[in-house]
């Protein structure tokens, strides 16, 4: 009998480096706990992360997260972001309801070279236990490849100066989306290293930092070293807060959780203001609360704020 050499044996360890692309898709179900403000607030969270859309449904005493969307470039998805991610889905396991197990099909595939990674984000014990395995491309994963631009078949068609008039036309129509858009001002945009970000009267009880991503700004908000992380903290606070605004400011970070985040131009104009809710910083340590906003070459400058009118 001819020797037969075995097949072989697939590298299935974890790769290292960025993926080609990936994904998320699934759904989350569970128990309301009576105040759905708190749910929104972790949809919105996942959904401003730009990794897909999330759908929130209320039904009778039940919610359903669903979580989909197209293929994103692997470099989106660093290490930042996959904690951001579950960042706020600890914090949706905190204001779900108790009456009923978080149910779970969320998924996330990343797409390498030679091997894809899965990860279903499991809810165990009222936490988050993310389960990864290690596969073979297939041919679904393929199915799910970035698509690049297609050419246009009928301007092949087309005789040289018929095209080229074409061109033309859809050079001016695109120029003027541009224009109107306000991308050339997000590509004009100004490097928010070194210029100021203030935190008015929530002082070092906040942590912001600004950084750009393509063109716009991306404003993480964390907990600072001041956090009133307890009621004898807030009380502390209550009873040394000096104005109207500074009360609004214990009042967002005691639970109601609204503030906003102020793009600033010179003067300390405001150009732009953004509604942020500060709830996953409460109930979670090391949370993340992220607003977006667009970039701008009139930027001298960043400011949070409990009241959404600036300079009132």
């Not at 949809?43 to 897909?52: F, M, T």
């Not at 595939?109 to 279903?120: A, I, K």
């Not at 695109?174 to 009267?201: C, F, H, K, Y």
């Not at 005691?254 to 709830?279: I, Q």
């Amino acid at each position: 009998m001819a020797d037969r050499t075995p097949p072989a044996v697939p590298d299935l360890s974890p790769p290292a480096g960025t993926p080609t692309y990936a994904w998320f898709g699934g759904v989350v179900e569970g128990a309301r706990s009576g105040d759905d403000g708190p749910l929104y607030a972790a949809a919105s969270a996942i959904e401003r992360l730009r990794l897909g859309r999330a759908d929130l449904e209320i039904e009778g005493s039940r919610f359903t997260l669903l979580l989909t969307g197209d293929s994103i470039s692997g470099d989106r998805l660093d290490d930042s972001t996959k904690q951001q991610f579950i960042s706020a889905l600890e914090y949706l396991v905190r204001v779900a309801g108790t009456e009923r197990p978080l149910e779970s099909t969320l998924r996330c595939t990343e797409v390498h070279s030679d091997r894809t990674v899965e990860t279903l984000f499991a809810f165990e014990a009222r936490r988050v236990r993310p389960l990864s395995r290690v596969r073979e491309v297939d041919s679904q994963d393929r199915r799910h490849a970035l698509r690049s631009p297609e050419a246009i078949p009928e301007l092949l068609s087309l005789g040289r100066r018929r095209a080229l008039m074409v061109a033309a036309i859809l050079f001016v129509i695109g120029a003027l989306a541009i224009w109107q858009s306000g991308i050339i001002d997000q590509l004009r945009s100004v490097d928010p290293n070194g210029l100021p970000v203030m935190t008015t009267e929530f002082g070092e009880r906040l942590s912001v930092r600004v950084v750009r991503s393509y063109g716009n700004y991306q404003v993480e908000i964390r907990r600072g070293p001041m956090f009133p992380d307890s009621d004898q903290k807030l009380d502390i606070w209550e009873e040394r807060s000096s104005g109207g605004r500074e009360r609004v400011a214990r009042l967002a970070l005691a639970g109601e959780g609204t503030a906003y985040v102020h793009l600033l131009g010179e003067g300390s104009m405001g150009l732009e203001t953004v509604r942020v809710d500060l709830r996953p910083l409460i109930f979670l340590e090391h949370g993340v609360v992220v607003a977006s906003l667009r970039g701008n070459p009139r930027t001298t400058g960043f400011a949070i704020s409990p009241i959404e009118e600036w300079g009132r």
